[in-house]
């Protein structure tokens, strides 16, 4: 009597086991599979670099490959769509910025997702100023030299990572502003335009600083402002457009890590924890520093307020300004 009641009581807690196991089937063993971070411009841009210096990093701590899966366009809402409609698994992720949250949606007719309730705001990465900076044949120099030269010519072209990225953004906001006959050029990401600029094919250019430190360090390109609320450390010489009597100017990309709506929570939670151990790694504050992003550990809740913020201040600028793709 004793064998059956105690082969029987197994066996119940075997059934139970099986059943708590079919029911939490996708999270328990998180991740068991290869991780997706979508971003939302093409290669070589900022937050392509970004994600890739993340994603070689969650592959080791999380154990399994984390590859990046460029999917550019609109402002950067094609991504960002392709997340918001993604299973909510922990398998498809975003290395979300300023542009597909907080810019890219108000630029469109039909805005194509809320950037609040549409994602799930895992973990902030750290933010980084744009740069307004001139072609070397051009003799611009200083952001002086550009808005005298502009006023003088009636037009200035500038450049930008695409139609509703950040940079294109700024242009606009400049554009009106500042008063200037600006004029965009819309090119496919940070490296063509920065073949442009360098062969002298458009004069100015307006993006984040990330990828373009090296061409000014080697004198290829001219760094005239940034448009941080400090000067960057990899450019103190460089004055902010605060200092430049532009204070409505002042503008940064964050960078952050995002996925779709109704995220488990301990998914979040083991995410976040991943990246702010990453970001205080001295090798990975380096290559942040050298990329001249500020990294900064926060939990999952400040970074999704920060995000609301973003939106509540820059989507309104966007649309008073009249910015449409």
Known sequence: MTNFRSTRRHALQFIAAGVAAAAFPAFAQWPDRAIKIIVTFPPGGASDVVARVMAEQLTKKLGQPVVVDNKPGAGGTIGGAQVVAATPDGYTLMLS?????????FTLEK?????????????????????????????????????????KEGRMDFGSGGPGSIGHIHGELLKQIAGLNMVHVPYRGGAPMTTDLIANT??????????YVPFFKSGQLVPLAVTGSQRSPLMPDVPTMAELNQPR????????????????????????TACNEILV???????????????KPETAAAFSDFAKNQVNLLGPAVKGAGIKL
Request: charged residues 15%; proline residues 10%.
């Open 97 to 105: 910025n300023t542009t597909p949250i907080a810019l890219g949606p």
């Open 111 to 151: 805005q194509p997702y809320d950037p609040v309730t549409g994602f799930t705001h895992i973990a902030y990465l750290g933010a980084a100023p744009l740069v307004i900076m001139a072609s070397k044949p051009s003799g611009i120099r200083t952001y002086a030299d550009f808005e005298a030269l502009a006023r």
């Open 202 to 211: 458009i004069p100015i250019g307006i993006d984040v600083i990330t990828a």
């Open 249 to 272: 100017l002042v503008l940064e990309n964050f960078f952050g890590l995002s996925g779709p709506a109704k995220l488990p929570a301990d998914v979040v939670s083991r995410l976040n």
């Open 281 to 295: 790694v001295p090798e990975i504050q380096k290559k942040l520093v050298d990329l001249g992003i500020v990294g």
